[in-house]
């Protein structure tokens, strides 16, 4: 997820300025680079606040007509946008590759993941849209019937980060509309164009017209300020923010926040499974999910043993064989903050055991020793190749630091204990925890 405001600057694609032409001003535009080559994508207008008003407007007008087609109808436009979304697969991954620089194997996984979702809604939403009648106890002489059924706000709006956008803005999307809802997408000015693209071929399909994109700095506030109901996937700082203009306009809100996901190694943990699966679940995507091992805490007994094995498995990380080089960072930008969290913690006291340097939008797997809580590294999400290490005295201490903000969705223990797995378990809630196991680290976001 992205940190700061994912509706406000840009980290990367630029925004030009207003420029006066024959008596009128033009809307700021975005330049979208592309991080693999330093190439433009592509230039597009960026909406102004008027713009995202008279966007949703409209869309609230269509909505009526959209919720009248019933679930059935509604599911059927579902199942020709998947159409086309198929058939317009190579040009799309191709696209999405371009603007996050993703591998074409990472972003034809994330082009997968919208199919996945879209597939799942249109086989449960009638289902899920069914009404409940739970049986009611009763009063002697009183007749009541009780019927629960789930409305759909008339405008979702949609806020995304850069890391998945076509991915997070399906999973958001596709259940508001086979709820019956109207849903405008505002994604990351960082990576506007695949959405931009799909929404086009909403269009293109004659399909009513509830599905449409806004994109530049000015977007994200003007869409929460006109909204029905709100997503959005990004930092906790910005979901603060997100959730108080909300609450001011006393509409509801979903938030699907970031964090630090933690790993927490135990003195009688397997070391060598241990380092090479944290070294995966640090490194995979160069680190740009909010899943990703953001912290590594280890008991002092085993603690240099570890570090030595997580930095060999750091150095030797690379792209699995057959597949392409590893893919850059969307940012320059955030390659810089990445920087910067290093050199904060290298001046406080952190040893550099490997990596260390990054220049434009490519930043070394890095293993930094000796960190402690007053380093940014270690208190601010980072979104990139940097396995921060703690030494903690016992499994308590792991547990309150792994616990302490800002915590991360999800936390791996490494341990033989059961006892120590079990009450891991019961103190790291709510936190997704698992046991001597990556996947909840590297695993695909899952829509459902």
């Not at 931009?196 to 994109?215: E, H, I, K, N, Y």
Request: charged share 20%; with cysteine.
């Amino acid at each position: 997820m992205r940190i700061g405001h994912p509706e406000f600057p840009a980290h990367r694609a630029t925004t030009q300025s207003q420029v006066p032409d024959a008596g009128k001003v033009r809307p700021p535009m975005l330049t979208v680079i592309a991080p693999a080559d330093g190439r433009v994508v592509d230039t597009i207008a960026a909406e102004t606040p008027d713009r995202v008003r008279t966007a949703v407007d409209r869309l609230r007008d269509n909505a009526a007509r959209w919720h009248s087609l019933g679930v059935v109808g509604r599911i059927h436009w579902l199942r020709v946008f998947r159409n086309w979304l198929q058939d317009n697969r190579t040009d799309l991954v191709a696209l999405l590759g371009a603007e996050t620089g993703k591998t074409e194997t990472e972003a034809d996984a994330e082009f997968g993941l919208a199919l996945d979702t879209l597939d799942h809604y249109r086989a449960h939403g009638a289902d899920f849209l069914g009404g409940r009648h739970p049986q009611v106890a009763l009063r002697p002489g009183a007749a009541m019937q009780l019927a629960v059924s789930q409305p759909a706000g008339a405008v979702v709006g949609v806020i995304g980060p850069w890391t998945y956008p076509l991915a997070l803005a399906v999973f958001d999307a596709a259940p508001a509309l086979v709820a019956g809802a109207a849903v405008v997408v505002k994604p990351s000015s960082e990576t506007p164009l695949t959405l931009r693209a799909v929404a086009r071929g909403w269009q293109s399909l004659g399909a009513p017209a509830v599905f449409d994109t806004v994109t530049g700095p000015d977007a994200g506030p003007a869409v929460l300020d006109c909204v029905d109901y709100v997503r959005f996937t990004g930092s906790v700082e910005t979901g603060k923010v997100v959730a108080l203009r909300a609450a001011a306009r006393l509409i509801p809100c979903c938030l699907d926040l970031g964090g630090k996901s933690a790993a927490v190694v135990s003195s009688d943990a397997d070391l060598d499974l241990a380092a090479a699966s944290i070294a995966l679940g640090g490194l995979a995507n160069n680190g740009q999910s909010c899943h990703c091992v953001e912290r590594v805490v280890v008991e002092s007994p085993v603690y240099d043993a570890f570090l030595d094995k997580l930095v060999a498995e750091t150095a030797a990380f690379g792209p699995a064989l057959g597949e392409e080089t590893g893919g850059v960072m969307t940012s320059a930008a955030h390659v810089d903050r990445v920087r910067e969290q290093v050199r904060d913690a290298l001046l406080k006291g952190a040893t550099l055991r490997c990596g260390g340097a990054g220049t434009g939008f490519t930043f070394e797997p890095t293993v930094l020793g000796e960190v402690d809580t007053t380093m940014s590294v270690l208190t601010q999400q980072t979104l990139g190749p940097v396995l921060p290490v703690v030494r903690v005295g016992d499994a308590e201490a792991a547990f309150e630091l792994a616990r302490r903000g800002p915590a991360g969705p999800c936390v791996s223990v490494w341990t033989r204990d059961t006892v120590t797995a079990n009450r891991a378990i019961a103190r790291l809630a709510p936190a997704r925890v698992s046991i001597n196991d990556i996947s909840i680290h590297v695993a695909r976001p899952q829509p459902f």
